[in-house]
């Protein structure tokens, strides 16, 4: 069975920074495209950053092209997500998903919330 499990949340003041990760397991990782995607309360998923399983290619949403960062280390079967200058409009559950785009297998999220 596919495990994806995210850890790197909490609370930050705006402008503040976090790293998200991802730690795969049950497949063959660096084969595969890897993405971010947040939901905020009431409000459906939002792809927020994809990589592809090279490494290279990155997709960024607009919303946060500039401040944040997609990265991969193929050997840790990991995924990251750099978020700095973060928003209050960040605020929401961030998923790990297997794939390139918001759907896949996603692992339980794990929460940012941004407030000062």
Do not use: H
Request: overall charge positive.
């Amino acid at each position: 069975e596919v495990q994806l499990v995210e850890s790197g949340g909490g609370l930050v003041q705006p402008g503040g920074s976090l790293r998200l990760s991802c730690v795969a397991s049950e497949f063959n990782f660096g084969m595969y495209d890897m993405s971010w995607v947040r939901q905020a309360p009431g409000k459906g998923p939002e792809w927020v950053s994809g990589i592809k399983w090279s490494g290279g290619s990155p997709y960024y949403a607009d919303a946060v092209k500039g401040r944040f960062t997609i990265s991969r280390d193929n050997a840790k079967n990991t995924v990251y997500l750099q978020m700095n200058n973060l928003k209050p409009e960040d605020t929401a559950v961030y998923y790990c998903v297997r794939g390139w785009g918001p759907r896949g297998v996603r692992g339980q999220g794990t929460q940012v919330t941004v407030s000062s």
